[in-house]
């Protein structure tokens, strides 16, 4: 067991909140996590998996139960039965970006665009983290899980999960309980091998992102690069001389709601059309066919459309502040709730409900918190 002195997890989380727990222990290696959770879970007392920190609000009152630190690293190469694709495993621990890094320097293709997210590789799952079009259900095939009511380690296929957006069976959505109660100890991607050349890029959203033309070819380390600077002039790089990356990202979803609902917003609001499945399967039990195939039934498809405006044109500018409130938003992105300088997890919260509650006002919908609250309600 490796236990160590507690620290306040303000210093452990992007949002620089959160008291010093009870108690603390850190796992280095794959084996040392199972062993550490195993303990815990047999206390029977509460317990928090922290990765990167990046997205948590953690509350002002001490957690009184134990913090797990998952400090596990490594990347492992493996064939793959697609032709043209690798396989790449991740421990729960490694660096996000540094795994896609590792990947663009590999001319691997599938998780390029999601360049500058902060945050572990083990945590991407969770909810099935995204940007600019990207999102990891297009590539992850597998996750090794530690189950929480057994105590026994699977291999759990992606669809097992299944990953939405900003969602899955292990997420602890605000106001609800994970479905599945389970710790990532590894993921395992399926990338096209496509090299260091210039490459078509797929995808509307992430071409728009880019500002590219349909046409238009470039290479996996440009679309980095161009991600990478894109995120740091909205502040969703971190950088500790910057304010405005004390935050947890995103704070809220943008928004999927129905093809009529987004008519009644305004139609400057950036929105996207979300994919359906073209081509369903229609199963008919043969004791039950008479011959006659049902036409298929068409599917308006829902919309994604952006939080980000919807904040600022309900009057909440970047930057916008309560009085005598050392949370904001950030100056960059309206979509960053930011750390000003010692703001406890109470005062982002309280801004957190500002916010929902003006956008819900003036507009008629109710956005929802995309980081993990613990010890606080917004």
């Known amino acids: 067991m490796t236990e160590i002195a507690p620290l306040p997890l303000a210093r452990l989380t992007t949002l620089r909140t959160g008291a010093t727990p009870r108690r603390m222990v850190e796992a280095a290696t ?14 029977d007392e509460p317990w928090l998996v922290v990765g990167g920190g990046s997205n948590l609000l953690v509350g002002d009152e001490p957690f009184d139960g134990t913090v797990v630190l998952v400090r596990t690293e490594g990347l492992e190469t493996l064939p793959s039965p697609r032709p ?32 500058g997210i902060p945050g572990t590789s083990g945590a991407a799952p969770v909810q099935n983290i995204g940007a600019y079009g990207q999102e990891l259900v297009q590539t992850l095939v597998e996750v090794e899980l530690l189950d929480y009511e057994t105590g026994e380690t699977a291999v759990v296929p992606a669809a097992e999960l299944e990953l939405g957006f900003r969602t899955s ?3 602890a959505h605000y106001g609800s309980v994970a479905r599945r109660d389970a710790v990532v100890l590894s993921i395992t991607l399926e990338l096209a091998d496509v090299g260091h050349g210039e490459i078509p890029v797929r995808g509307a959203q992430l071409r728009q992102s880019l500002g590219l033309e349909a046409t238009a070819s470039v290479s996996l380390a440009w ?16 950088d500790d001389a910057d304010p405005d990356t004390y935050s947890a990202g995103s704070f809220f979803q943008n928004a999927i709601v129905s093809a009529a609902f987004a008519r009644t917003l305004p139609p400057e609001c950036p929105r996207w059309p979300v994919s359906v499945d073209l081509d369903p399967v229609t199963v008919i039990p043969l004791d039950r066919f008479d011959g006659v195939v049902p036409p298929p039934v068409e599917h ?18 970047k930057g916008f502040s309560l009085a005598r409130s050392r949370a904001g938003l950030s100056t960059k992105h309206a979509l960053a709730l930011t750390n000003r300088g010692n703001a406890t997890a109470g005062e982002i919260a309280e801004l957190a409900r500002f916010i929902r509650g003006r956008v819900q006002s003036e507009f008629g919908l109710l956005l929802q918190p995309e980081p993990v609250l613990v010890g606080v309600q917004i």
Not at 30 to 43: F, G, K, N, Q
Not at 94 to 114: C, F, K, P, R
Not at 229 to 234: C, E, F, L, M, S
């Open 300 to 317: 308006t498809p829902d919309v994604k459309v952006s939080a980000a405006w919807l904040i600022e044109h309900a009057g909440l500018r």
């Open 223 to 238: 679309v980095r690069e161009t991600v990478l600077a894109t995120r740091a002039r909205k502040g969703m790089v971190l």
């Open 84 to 115: 043209g694709y690798v396989r790449v495993r991740a421990q729960a621990g490694h660096n996000w970006d540094e795994l896609v890094a590792y990947t663009v320097a590999e001319g691997l293709q599938g998780i390029e665009a999601m360049s």
């Open 169 to 171: 069976v292990l997420k």
């Open 30 to 43: 794959c084996d040392d996590l199972v062993a550490e959770l195993r303990d815990v879970w047999s206390r």
